[in-house]
Structures are given as structure tokens and as C-alpha cells.
């Protein structure tokens, strides 16, 4: 009798605990779909091709946020360039080089300017870049990014890099491999798909930035024309310029470039995701 | 460098002396002196002398955590990965200690190979895991040379009937038994002089198994072989010598139809009878 009522406390549990986690996937998830039809549907009303092509023109005129599009994609390969290379060079000295007392010292570092406020390191690079070269950049607004990407891309390139089983590293070590050889060679490539997604991750994340950007590449009304030392627009400053402004069709506008911006985002993620497809 | 003018089969050994010369027993091939191991504080090898003469398969048998694999690992010092251990003693391969200040350990380790318990396949093509060792110690520059030696490693492994068709395929697709004669592959493909093997069949099917035993038969013919074992019915068959360990001392080597009929220890007596371990 008393196992009886043992396993029926057990099953109920058990049954409560399922729908439990069920019901929270259920909210997350569902949150998730509300708030993206939501901007679907208020954005789609103003989406055309010109809105996607055009820069921006005075209330009234239309206008579109295609320089907004190339300044974003400008700015997140820069930040691309200068944080991916070396958040993961940092997650390989974390995961494969670095012992004892500075590795963790590096690893605290990491983990601290993964919690700064984003506005905060806005500011730290409008004081050692714009400032000193007197205007607001691209190339401010890419480092500002590429600093909030290493610690993100470092971390989980470290994380990746450390289910790499043990017998791979000792199999090349075996075979006379260096060091360095047997880090690029084998350990890299048999978690890359791994350190892609943490870059993916970074690069959401840094795509969704507005704050930084605010005081780095300020943002602008013209079309990038290849001088990084210009300011330069973004979708995230336009869309934050946009809904503050009083008038209704910037409004608009600015739900359609919040759709154009997740739009983007998803694809930069499918094109990651084949090009690091596993092969074996 | 040796340089290769045609690959050799294996039938015919490639630093086998001339017929009729001194017999093998002039030079060891492996000679260690009064070796001792740490991890840590804790001592696991005590004082192992031993000689491994040349082209001849030797088995370390005993009881588990008797120190056999990390007396296998010092010989090419796989240790060395392993945080705070420490070495004292010599290991001598050709006369020269690998343990010297200033020694080369990549090189050492492209002269003494190794095969793992578990196998370790790269996440790679097949062609690519034979080729790996080729590649990174630049033996040969052009492709056809190199397509030759992965295809004589698979040959030399007794695998490349299997796979022939398949090089480009991943190597995790292979099953455990093929995994691990690639690994053996990929081990004969830089033509090392010394083979360890750290229980290569203990994950593996009766027939894997003994396709693996054939093949370290074959192989002794070119090879100086070091074989740890669990199994001492894998160890008389394949092995010419043997050596019992036991709590981290070496308590006989002897040849292996002698230890496994007279052996001149009580103690390994005790454990070939089954009377422990």
C-alpha cells in the first residue's frame, strides 16, 4: 500500500512537472509569434520596393531606408571583422593554451564586459575615438559593436571548443602534430559549427543595437559612399529617430524597417547555417 | 628524413638488415633505465628497466591501473599533456633519451606512433584522416605520391578493400572495427619505427578483433610493436615477448610461451592462473 501511494505521488508530479514545462514553452514561444505578427502586420502596410531602395526624404515625401539597410550591413561586418577573429582567438586561448591564474583572470574579464550596459560602452568609445578624431564614424560604431561581440563570441567559442573530446587532440598530438596544427586543424574545424552559432549569436545580438551607435556612427541621412570616417545611418537609429518623431507616417516607417530588420537578421542566420552545415 | 623512393610492400621490411647479419638481439630498439612516473604526488611507475628489441611485438599485460598505458604513454611521451606529472629515469630510442633537455617531441612522436584504446577518428574524410600525418609533417608535396601512401597505409591496415570506394565519405561512418584499423592507418602512413597500441581491440567484436591480431602480426615484420592488453589470450597469440606490471612495478618480462607456461615469478604465476586481478 504505502509503495502504491508512493508511485501515484510520483505520477502526479511527474504529470504536473511535463505540463508545467509545456505550458511555459507554450508562453515563451507564443509571445514570441504575438510580437512578430504584431510587427509583421503593422509594418507590411508600408513595405515597398522604393521604401527599401530610397533614403530618407522630409514627412509627406515618402522616402525609405535603403541607406539605413547598407549601413547596418556595413557596420555589422565591421564589428564582424574586428570582434569574430578575436572573441575566437580568445576562446581558443580560454579553451586550448591558457592555465592557472591568467586564464582565469581573462575568463573574469570576459565575463564582466558580457554585463555592461551596451550605452556604457557607447560612451567608453565616443571618449577614446569620436572624441579624439573629432566626428562620429563608421569605424566608432563598428569597434563599438566588435567590443560588445568578443565576449559573446569568446565565451561560447571556448564552450564549443571544450566538447571537443580529449582523444582528438591526443590522436593528432600522436601523429606529430604541433600544437598550433592540431588547434586550426582538427580541434577548430570539429567545432565549427558550433563557433558559428556563437558568432551568429554575437551578431544578432549586436544587429539589434541602438544606444552604441548613438554616440559612435550617429547615423545620417545619406547613402555610405565608402569614407568609414563619415557617420552612417542604421536601421536600429533610424527606427529609434523614426518613433520618437511626432509624425505618423515616420511611425510607420518605422514598424516597416523593424520588419525589414528581423527580416535581415533571419537571413544572415539561414546563410551561417549552410554555409556551416556539418559535412561529416 | 627518410626519403622514400618506392613505397615498400609489406612483405618486404623496409629496415630489415641484410640476410645473415647479426640477429636482432646486437641493439634494443627501446631501452629504459630505472623510470619513474608522478602524477602529482602520487607515484604510479616505480623503477621499470626494460629493453624492447627491434621488429618484435611485446605485450604489457596486468591488472587494471597497474601503470601499463602510462608506461606506454612515457614512450613517446604522451604524459607530457597531462598536467603535473613528472619523469625521472632515462627512455632510450636508438641510444638517444627522449627525456634529454632539447629533445623534439613532435619529431619523436612522427618516430614513435600510437594507437588509442578508443578509437579517434578526425571529424574528416577518410582520405583526410590517413593523409593527416602526411600532411602536417610535409612528407610529400605531390598529390599522387600522397594518394599512393593513404592507399598503401588502408592496404597496410587491411582496410582498403572496404573503403576504397568511399575515401571521400566521412570517417565517422565507418563502424568501430573499421574506425580503428583507420586509426592504425593513419599511424602506418608516416612510417613510424616504434608502434604503440594502448588496448586497440578492448572496444571491439570478436571478428574485428581478430582482424586487428592478424594485422599486428603482419605489421611486426617492419615494426617494433608495443601492445597493451587486458586480454592474455590477445596477448599470447600476438605477442613474441611479455611483460607483467603490477601496482606500478614491472615484475617479469620473459618471452610469452615461457610466461604463459613457466613464468619465473609467483606472482605472475598467481595472475595468468586467474588467482587475482
Keep these: 500500500m504505502e509503495l502504491k501511494q508512493a508511485d501515484r505521488v510520483r505520477r502526479a508530479v511527474s504529470g504536473f512537472m511535463t505540463t508545467a514545462t509545456a505550458v511555459c514553452t507554450f508562453v515563451a514561444v507564443g509571445l514570441l509569434l504575438v510580437i512578430l505578427t504584431y510587427i509583421a502586420w503593422k509594418g507590411i502596410g508600408s513595405l515597398s520596393f522604393r521604401f527599401l531602395v530610397d533614403s530618407p526624404r522630409p514627412v509627406g515625401e515618402g522616402g525609405g531606408i535603403g541607406n539605413a539597410i547598407l549601413g547596418s550591413l556595413v557596420l555589422l561586418g565591421l564589428s564582424s571583422a574586428f570582434g569574430l577573429p578575436i572573441g575566437i582567438a580568445v576562446g581558443i586561448y580560454l579553451s586550448e593554451i591558457g592555465k592557472g591564474r591568467l586564464a582565469s583572470v581573462v575568463r573574469f574579464v570576459i565575463d564582466t564586459l558580457t554585463g555592461i550596459p551596451s550605452i556604457v560602452t557607447g560612451v567608453f568609445i565616443y571618449a577614446i575615438i569620436v572624441l579624439p578624431m573629432k566626428n562620429f564614424s563608421a569605424f566608432a560604431g563598428g569597434v563599438a559593436l566588435a567590443l560588445i561581440m568578443v565576449p559573446i563570441v569568446g565565451r561560447t567559442t571556448e564552450e564549443m571548443l571544450k566538447l571537443v573530446p580529449h582523444s582528438l587532440r591526443e590522436g593528432a598530438l600522436a601523429l606529430g602534430a604541433p600544437q598550433w596544427r592540431v588547434i586550426m586543424g582538427v580541434v577548430v574545424p570539429a567545432a565549427a559549427s558550433g563557433i558559428a552559432t556563437g558568432g551568429m549569436l554575437a551578431i544578432a545580438r549586436v544587429s539589434g543595437e541602438t544606444a552604441p551607435l548613438l554616440f559612435t556612427a550617429f547615423g545620417s541621412r545619406f547613402f555610405f559612399d565608402g569614407d568609414l570616417n563619415q557617420p552612417i545611418a542604421s536601421l536600429t537609429v533610424q527606427i529609434y529617430n523614426y518613433a520618437i518623431s511626432p509624425y505618423d507616417e515616420w511611425h510607420a516607417q518605422a514598424w516597416a524597417a523593424t520588419l525589414v530588420l528581423m527580416t535581415l537578421i533571419l537571413g544572415i542566420n539561414i546563410v551561417v547555417r549552410v554555409l556551416t552545415r556539418k559535412r561529416f | ?277
Design chain 2, 1 to 277: 628524413m627518410r626519403v622514400q623512393t618506392a613505397p615498400p610492400r609489406i612483405q618486404v621490411p623496409e629496415r630489415r638488415p641484410e640476410d645473415g647479419a647479426a640477429p636482432k638481439t646486437t641493439q634494443p630498439k627501446v631501452s629504459v633505465r630505472d623510470l619513474d612516473f608522478y602524477y602529482g604526488k602520487n607515484q604510479a611507475l616505480h623503477n621499470i628497466s626494460i629493453e624492447i628489441p627491434e621488429r618484435i611485438v611485446m605485450a604489457f599485460i596486468g591488472p587494471s591501473g597497474c601503470g601499463k598505458s602510462t608506461f606506454l604513454r612515457t614512450l613517446n611521451r604522451m604524459n607530457d599533456v597531462i598536467p603535473a606529472t613528472r619523469v625521472a629515469g632515462q627512455v632510450l630510442i636508438d641510444n638517444s633519451d627522449i627525456y634529454a633537455p632539447g629533445t623534439d617531441v613532435v619529431e619523436l612522436r612522427r618516430r614513435v606512433g600510437m594507437v588509442f584504446q578508443k578509437s579517434n577518428p578526425f571529424p574528416k574524410s577518410i582520405f583526410d584522416n590517413v593523409a593527416y600525418g602526411l600532411r602536417i609533417n610535409r612528407i610529400t608535396n605531390s598529390s599522387s605520391e600522397l594518394a599512393g601512401r593513404v592507399e598503401q597505409a588502408l592496404k597496410d591496415a587491411a582496410l582498403w578493400s572496404e573503403v576504397k570506394d568511399r575515401l571521400k565519405s566521412s570517417a565517422l561512418s565507418l563502424s568501430g572495427g573499421q574506425q580503428q584499423r583507420l586509426c592504425i592507418a593513419r599511424a602506418l602512413a608516416i612510417r613510424p619505427e616504434v608502434l604503440l597500441m594502448d588496448e586497440p581491440a578492448s572496444a571491439l567484436d570478436p571478428i574485428a578483433t581478430s582482424k586487428i591480431e592478424e594485422l599486428i602480426f603482419d605489421l611486426k615484420k617492419q615494426y617494433t610493436i608495443v601492445i597493451v592488453t587486458h586480454n592474455m589470450q590477445q596477448a599470447a597469440r600476438v605477442s613474441d615477448t611479455t611483460a607483467f606490471f603490477l601496482l606500478g612495478k614491472l615484475i617479469e618480462v620473459n618471452t610469452t610461451e615461457k610466461m604463459f607456461t613457466a613464468p619465473n615469478e609467483k606472482l605472475t604465476e598467481d595472475y595468468i592462473t586467474g588467482r587475482f586481478g
